[in-house]
């Protein structure tokens, strides 16, 4: 699997060192402890950062689910986003922490925190591990983030590509020989 993997972007020890400086921020960020925090987590990407991130949060908390499905129809056309929320609490008066893996285009979380917004939520805050500054869009506000990357394909740490390598321990670039036969990522 190592071998499918062009370099390494973001290490191990990397990811620890700024997992646990996150977690002071995030920590800072919610000072009513109260009845604890949620968290609505977006899967299958986010769930690696998840439990190494919440096991660094001191406070109370419940842990939510929601999964999203896109369908990219003609090329014309934006894909449209569906998310399924079957797993997600009540989230009426809550104080709500989503998170995501990466923040690319920005599609999935544009849908994610409206939901949260409009089931009623008291506040909003956002986490993602990466974002791709150069294609990121300015509508969509995250409070934390992990690491700024370059604008390049990776996986590893959680992400996927055709749901392989989420379980390899750093993010890395996958190698283009990966993915050949003219379908990109
Ligand atoms: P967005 O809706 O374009 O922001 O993309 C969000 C989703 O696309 C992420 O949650 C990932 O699942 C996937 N994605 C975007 N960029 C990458 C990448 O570089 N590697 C793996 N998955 C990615
Ligand atoms: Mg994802």
Redesign the pocket.
């Known amino acids: 699997m190592d071998g499918d993997i062009e370099r390494i972007l973001i290490s191990e020890k990397t990811l620890e060192r700024r997992l646990a400086t996150l977690a002071d921020e995030i920590s800072k960020a919610f000072p009513r402890p109260g009845d604890g925090i949620m968290i609505v987590t977006?899967l299958s990407?986010?769930i690696i950062f998840l439990a190494d991130l919440i096991r660094r949060l001191p406070m109370k908390m419940r842990i939510g689910m929601v999964s999203?499905s896109?369908y990219r129809g003609r090329t014309t056309v934006p894909r449209e986003?569906v998310l399924d929320t079957a797993s997600l609490p009540e989230l009426h008066g809550r104080d709500v922490l989503i998170v995501?893996?990466?923040?690319?285009?920005?599609?999935?979380?544009r849908v994610v925190q409206g939901e949260v917004s409009r089931a009623g939520a008291r506040s909003v805050k956002t986490v993602v591990l990466?974002r791709?500054p150069d294609?990121?869009p300015a509508d969509v506000i995250v409070d934390f983030v992990g690491f700024d990357i370059e604008d390049?394909?990776?996986?590893g740490y959680g992400?996927?590509?055709n749901e392989f390598y989420r379980n390899l321990p750093y993010v890395g670039v996958l190698s283009p020989k990966t993915y050949g036969n003219g379908s990109t990522?």
Do not use: C, E, Q, R
């Open positions: 977006v990407g986010s999203v896109s986003i995501d893996d990466i923040l690319d285009t920005g599609g999935t979380l990466l791709k294609k990121a390049v394909f990776v996986v992400l996927d590509y990522p």
